[in-house]
């Protein structure tokens, strides 16, 4: 039987609650894997999605997300973290460029703080990358491409850190 939406967010509560913190995140990001490798999940819950940004769920008590992301085209992300909080970026479909960047001037005075690239690196359908708080990375999509994502928080309400390459 295919993985369903519930009982994936069940296992990753589960494993949330049972292994708090980065042993927790890193067992996430292979419940993510698993989901990817799962051809019926992925086609009844990331393909079939229309929407750029959707919480498919958002856990009461813990606060993670689970979202679907579709990009139907080219696109370019700045440079950016999650603030407080962790993702896991799961590609299912397309290709990712993902950069990671590291803070060489912290914002002040209300200007960007200032990063620079420590290394690239393509995401392929099947591929979960786990980042942790403060972790900064760009995402760049030259076609379209669908995402499972997994927020610690849901970071539509989450401050970040401002910022640009140096």
Known sequence: MS???ESFAASCKTVLTE???????????GLVREALADKEFVSTYILSSTEKRKIAYEDPDLGFCVCIHTY???AKGAPHDHGPTWAIYGQAEG???MTDWEMITPPSDGKPGKVRQ?????MKP???HLYEPGDIHAPLREHPTRLLR????NT???DRTPMEPA
């Open 95 to 97: 290709e990712t460029e």
């Open 3 to 5: 993985t369903t939406l």
């Open 156 to 158: 539509d309400k989450i």
């Open 150 to 153: 997994i927020e610690g928080a």
């Open 126 to 128: 099947g591929d979960a």
């Open 72 to 74: 139907d085209g080219a």
């Open 19 to 29: 292994q708090p913190g980065k042993p927790g995140w890193e067992a996430v990001c």
């Open 118 to 122: 420590t290394r690239s690196y393509v």
